[in-house]
Structure formats: structure tokens, C-alpha cells
């Protein structure tokens, strides 16, 4: 009931900037936390970053310092801001929401479809 929809992937060289978008929609109470991770080839999901509803942030310690992450809670979307791309970047990012539906006050953890972010050397 809630969908989370990814865009900005794409190929970009060592060094290079990309900025991922993430829109939340469905019958959406409160969303809590947004953030996102990654997942490459082998790897465990990782958090890369997230954000409150009150804008606090958190973030790997690996992209720190080259990543921001922003919200807009009006229009329900997270946006990742990634500058100095590493080739360990690469990866399929996941948006997550952590959200109470309509119907539902409990919190659950929602999850788009991913986006590949691929960094060449």
C-alpha cells in the first residue's frame, strides 16, 4: 500500500556525480525514516543513508563526507546526492520508507524496486 518508486541510475565515472530520487505514494499515514541502501553482487544490503521526518541524518561511514541525503516531506521523496563516485559505489540502491498505512498505525518498512548505479574506473 505504500510504493516507492527510484530513478536517477546510471552509469557515471569514477569521480563523477549522481543523484538519486525516490517518490513515496499510496495511502500513506506518516512516513517516518527514508533512506536508502545497497546491494551489490555478493554483498549484504547495506544502509548508505537516511533521514528523519525532522531531517536528522545518518550515514555509512564509507560515503560520508561525498553523499547527502534530503527529503521533502510535502512531496513524500528522498533524494540521495552523490558526488566523488567510487567504483565501490557501485550497486543497486534501494529506496526505503519506514511507514504507517491508512489503515494501519503500526510502523512497516517499505522498499522500492532499486536503481543500478554503475561507476566506471
Known amino acids: 500500500q505504500v510504493q516507492l518508486v527510484e530513478s536517477g541510475g546510471g552509469l557515471v565515472q569514477a569521480g563523477g556525480s549522481l543523484r538519486l530520487s525516490c517518490a513515496a505514494s499510496?495511502?500513506?499515514?506518516?512516513?517516518?525514516?527514508m533512506g536508502w541502501y545497497r546491494q551489490a553482487p555478493g554483498n549484504q544490503r547495506e544502509l548508505v543513508a537516511s533521514?528523519?521526518?525532522?531531517?536528522?541524518?545518518n550515514y555509512a561511514d564509507s560515503v560520508k563526507g561525498r553523499f547527502t541525503v534530503s527529503r521533502d516531506n510535502a512531496k513524500n521523496t528522498v533524494t540521495l546526492q552523490m558526488n566523488s563516485l567510487k567504483p565501490e559505489d557501485s550497486a543497486v540502491y534501494y529506496c526505503?520508507?519506514?511507514?504507517?498505512?491508512?489503515?494501519?498505525?503500526?510502523?512497516?518498512?517499505?522498499w522500492g524496486q532499486g536503481t543500478q548505479v554503475t561507476v566506471s574506473p
Open positions: 499510496g495511502t500513506i499515514r506518516y512516513i517516518n525514516t
Open positions: 526505503n520508507a519506514n511507514a504507517a498505512i491508512r489503515s494501519i498505525w503500526n510502523l512497516d518498512d517499505y
Open positions: 533521514i528523519t521526518s525532522g531531517g536528522s541524518t
